[in-house]
């Protein structure tokens, strides 16, 4: 299996545009989980699905950060309108439904940078 | 609240000279504890986790990890570093499969390996 796959890999945008993170979780999986990475906060659940549903988005910053997963082999993480804030490295992770949350793996992130 | 402490922001060793990483953790019941490797510019790999029965578990890449309940620590240790070791690595508790609990990450601590 190719394992967790995250496009793009690194994204620079300007402030107030739209960002769209993508997420392809390994087959089989049900859980998708999306993690932002920062210095100052370090590793930080934002939302999780279940086959294909939402669990808990309490861990989104604010509305201008939505997430979708139309099925089950595809995941979109969005930001409208982005600031400079939400500079960060986001990603991904799967994980099967026996393992839950426990074993979660890792895609190679998208280093986001907004101007 | 489940959380993670990892006191050690950075630490530097020299090739060959055993590491010991530390952890400790709050959990409200029996945790299951992980530890991650990240390297530079990649995603996060699983080393090790601990669910129940012997409290030294064997992980990847030579790594080991010891459970201390009474310590409420899960060091991670490696008896003879190499170079190639050199990167972050992540804390984390959470409940089992079949819980709501997330896993919970520590903030990291910075490996250095000298040469």
């Given at each position: ?13 300007e ?37 294909n ?14 997430a ?14 982005s ?10 992770a ?22 | ?44 790999q ?60 520590g ?9």
């Amino acid at each position: 299996d190719a394992g967790v796959i995250q496009s793009p890999r690194h994204e620079v945008t300007e402030m107030g545009q739209e960002v769209t993170l993508r997420c392809k979780p390994i087959s089989g999986h049900d859980y998708l989980f999306w993690y932002r990475q920062t210095m100052m906060r370090g590793l930080e659940l934002l939302i999780y699905f279940n086959n294909n549903v939402p669990i808990d988005d309490s861990g989104m910053p604010e509305d201008r950060f939505s997430a979708k997963m139309p099925n089950a082999s595809f995941s979109t993480l969005k930001i409208q309108p982005s600031e400079p804030r939400d500079s960060a490295v986001y990603f991904c992770a799967s994980s099967p439904s026996a393992g839950g949350f426990v074993i979660q793996y890792f895609g190679a992130g998208t280093r986001l940078s907004v101007l | 609240a489940q959380s993670v402490t990892q006191p050690d922001i950075h630490i530097t060793v020299s090739e060959g000279a055993s590491l010991e990483l530390r952890c400790n953790y709050s959990y409200g019941a029996t945790p299951y504890l992980f530890w991650y490797v990240q390297s530079p510019g990649q995603g996060l790999q699983l080393l090790l986790k601990y669910f129940s029965g012997d409290t030294l578990v064997q992980g990847i890449k030579g790594f080991e990890a010891e459970f201390k309940r009474s310590q409420s620590s899960f060091n991670l240790r490696k008896p003879s570093v190499h170079w190639s070791d050199a990167a972050e690595y992540f804390c984390a508790v959470g409940g089992g499969p079949g819980t709501a609990s997330k896993l919970t990450f520590g903030t990291g601590t910075r490996l250095q390996v000298t040469l």
